[in-house]
């Protein structure tokens, strides 16, 4: 290569360099106002030391962005600067940022503050004695404690915070709490949207106000609306009632909520648990709205009471609870069971009603209706409306009471078809203390067809016969004696003289395959369940770290463009923020979900978190 070629190469080289040269001069920090410069190389080698005057601050500038200072130690060639005592960065109209002091690299774009930190933007203000703000990935951080006030959703105070300007977005990890004019909410791992205020909760956390205390693992909170929702172990706590299901919907503003799938809701007063998969409760209201595979438990020291439905209502004040259950309802307890169209049962004063709706009715007036029923042991006992009362201190069965068309039917010990049956207008039923059905009175235009053996079961004949009344006596589900009172006529049949025709009474309906005889029994009748499928919210996604590929990129270039020793980093690294801790940065396992806590007042920050 000749002269003339190696002159046009280095010509085009040069060209080429142009860009970069004006784009690095760009880069550059600038010292717009200084009250006085000196030099001082035993402190401070290759810089300058600029003070303010009485008139103003030093002012420096870089990228759109301006500093004002007391003191700024210049680092020209290093492209950096310290600055002390009453700092102020400002980015355009949205970024303002004061401390005591900052360092600041032209290269990496990458200030970190401290002293009395406090960043604002039109959304919000961050306080921290830290933070490291990247002007280039426009993102604030902070890890040793800090504060976010948003006027419109209170106070979030956290170890650890993550701030992305474009999106307005913060990431908080470790011991976040968020704290309102009403609320407390509580979690490890919490992403903030500070323009919608939605808020989105991992691991375990929990939101508090005057009215209720909701704890998931995962959540969403419009912290505007006062309304969320939450999945995993989800439960909320309503004074006495407390909610647990697969999803959980809230609104904080009427004191409703809704649960979706393997739904339980536990009264804490009446120690009862209502069961199903949809669910709609209004704490103001006392009401409680349930349905698919719908069943209220009444737990009771020896034997609870369980009751089906397709729907199930719960009404009034915890001292007087009413329980609604109405289309295909059943009750199943060891001893007793029954079925009906609807079953009400009212908590305070112990009294369960069995009762038809008049839309079931059969238009057809030769068929049989399919009456509220009940089975006590061996006796099945039917009507058109029947009361069963308990007493509610002993929690035991008192009472018996069948209003019109009463029937009493008991299938006969040894004979296969025969039946000991009583109809009439009205029955009253006795229990004794072991809760079996001791005395049965029935009055008005009572009957009878009663199957009578002596001490060796030997049938002696079958008894029929008409009276005003009958009072019979049970023992262990079989008739023991009876007594009619004004009795117009009957009689006893040896059974091979007895006219079949004759062994049943009028309205007799046997409906044993019916007769519900354990708590699963209480669903064979219910059409197949599909369960939604529940989307829920994505899985949490960590921060990633602070100082990413980009910066150390940018951190690199630094080390190659300024005039720190070999081998020795730049400035621009100094105090970089260490990668979080493996534990900080992925919800942890719940620890057993102890008595929630009070919400507690709404509180202005006093100062920044210290270290």
Known sequence: MNKFQVLLFTFFLSLLSIPYIQAQAKRKIEIHYAGKLTIDEGNYPGAKVLTRDDSQQVQIKHQGSIMWCDKAIHYGKDNFVEAYGNVILKQGDTINMTSKYVEYSGITELAFASGDVVLTDPNSTISSDTLYLDRSKQQAFYRNGGTVVKDSSGTITSKIGRYYMDAKKYQFVKGVVMVSDSTTINSNFFDFYSDTGYAYLFGPSTIVNETSKTYCEKGFYDTK???????????IDYDNRVIEGDSLYFDNNKSFASATNNIKVTDTINKSIIKGHYAEV??????????????????????????????????????????NAYYNAKIFKSDLSGKADSIISNQKTGLTKL??????????KFSTQRKPIMWNLKNQMTGDTIHLISNTKTE??????????????????????????????????LFNDENELRQVNITKNAQSVFYARNDKQELIGIDKAKSGSISILFANGDIDEYIRYNQVDGDMYPESKYPEEERILKGFDWRADEQPKSVADLFKDDPPLKLPVIKGLEDYVPQEDFVDDTMIERIEKSNNSTTSKKGMPSKASRNLPKKIKKEDATPQKAVPLKKLTKPTKAIKPKGVTKK
Do not use: C, W
């Open 225 to 235: 609306n006062k309304t969320g929702y939450a999945v995993k172990k989800a439960r």
């Open 282 to 323: 209004y704490k103001e209201k006392d009401s409680l709205f349930i349905t698919k595979r719908a069943l209220a438990i009444t737990i009771q020291e020896n034997d609870s009471i369980y009751m089906h439905a397709d729907k199930i209502m719960v009404t009034g004040k915890p001292d007087n609870r009413i329980i």
């Open 396 to 429: 035991k069965i008192d009472s018996l009471l069948v209003f019109d068309n009463a029937f009493v039917i008991s299938k006969d010990t040894i004979s296969e078809n025969g039946y000991n049956q009583i109809n009439g207008k009205r029955l009253v039923g």
């Open 355 to 364: 009762i038809n709706l008049p839309k079931f009715k059969s238009s057809d």
